[in-house]
């Protein structure tokens, strides 16, 4: 994370861009997503996982070689 000035000088934390924020997400919910729900929890957790995945499919084309 970079830091800079901004035009008042106070210092600011440069945010990560969109696409490095979906993919942390991505591997995050990767490892505690199931392919086989049991409860509320899990399938909110599955629904989150495919959503990113197909934002990450469709916009940027990650793992297109798949």
Same mark, same amino acid.
Request: proline content about 2%; overall charge positive.
């Given at each position: 994370?970079?830091?800079? @000035?901004?035009?008042? @000088?106070? %210092?600011? +934390?440069?945010?990560? !861009? ?11 919910? !990767?490892?505690? +997503?199931? $392919?086989?729900? $049991?409860? @509320? ?7 989150? &996982?495919?959503? %990113? $995945?197909? %934002?990450? &499919? $469709?916009?940027?084309?990650?793992m297109q070689s798949l």
């Open positions: 994370m970079d830091v800079h @000035g901004d035009e008042k @000088g106070r %210092i600011m +934390a440069k945010k990560n !861009s969109l696409r490095t924020r979906l993919l942390k997400e991505y591997t995050r919910l !990767s490892k505690i +997503a199931v $392919r086989e729900p $049991r409860n @509320g929890k899990e399938m909110f957790t599955r629904m989150r &996982w495919e959503k %990113i $995945r197909n %934002i990450l &499919w $469709r916009r940027y084309d990650y």
